[in-house]
């Protein structure tokens, strides 16, 4: 796992930005993994003020809530559009509908998209209990796309972005451990002192379902972009 310190969450956006240039630079992208999150916001800003064009790729994003639709301001449909696609428009962007009407069948749907559009970068947050896309601890390392429950902690952590906790989905569809994990290249950013702990244990945790993000010890191509805040358990 390759290790970026950075000063704060611009500098870590504009790093991540970077790879995301040169591997386009490089012809090496056609699919680009998308998360949302306060994480990604600075990167998508890079994105969205930057003369890149991304009308060639198209982009998959990790998960969404069951119950929002696309034109509520919580759902992460609409947070993509806010962020990025109203901007930079992509020649497609897949997400889960998180209204569909056999949530099953849609998970089916969307694993398909994911096996047959293969992600060459996949951008990732992290959650405080080092969940990633909405993969709980406990979840299976060879999961798809499937309905989750969100933990007690995870509806607390996110319950900032709502009225009131009660407004906080308690069911999403995520993408899984495994179809994360067969993206091409890994971007993993993580700010604040809130993801220090999940972030040593990614790095130097055991392996294991409990800590979701210990997986990513796993793959050939990770790059971790954390400013000192998050940085800052890793050697204690
Ligand atoms: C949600 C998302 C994750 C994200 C996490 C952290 O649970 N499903 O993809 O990484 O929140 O969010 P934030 O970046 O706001 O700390």
Same mark, same amino acid.
């Given at each position: 796992m390759k290790i970026i310190t950075v000063k704060d969450q611009v500098e870590g956006g504009k790093k991540a930005f970077d790879l995301i240039k040169n591997a386009m630079g490089n012809h090496e992208i056609k699919t680009l993994g998308l998360a949302t999150g306060s994480t990604p916001k !600075? &990167?998508?800003k890079e994105m969205v003020t930057s003369n890149l064009d991304f009308r060639n790729l198209q982009s998959i994003n #990790?998960?969404?809530y069951v119950g929002l639709p696309a034109n509520n301001s919580q759902s992460y449909h609409f947070f993509m559009e806010e962020h990025l696609f109203k901007a930079k428009p992509f020649k497609i962007n897949y997400i889960p509908n998180g209204v569909a009407e056999n949530i099953e069948a849609?998970?089916?749907r969307y694993n398909k998209i994911i096996d047959e559009n293969p992600v060459d970068i996949q951008i990732l947050g992290i959650g405080e209990n080092a969940h990633i896309g909405f993969n709980e601890p406990g979840s299976s390392f060879g999961s798809e796309t499937r309905e989750?429950? &969100? %933990?007690?902690s995870t509806i607390k952590a996110n319950s900032r972005n709502f009225e009131n906790i009660s407004d906080v989905p308690t069911h999403a569809i995520s993408m899984g451990i495994k179809s994360i994990m067969h993206a091409k290249k890994?971007? #993993?950013l993580a700010f604040g002192e809130k993801k220090a702990e999940a972030v040593?244990? !990614?790095i130097t945790g055991p392996i294991s379902e409990d800590i979701p993000s210990s997986v990513l010890q796993l793959h050939p191509?990770? %790059?971790l972009i954390v400013d000192q805040a998050a940085a800052s358990?890793?050697?204690a």
């Open positions: !600075t &990167l998508y #990790l998960d969404e849609e998970c089916i989750v429950a &969100l %933990t007690e890994i971007i #993993l040593k244990q !990614t191509d990770v %790059t358990k890793i050697d």
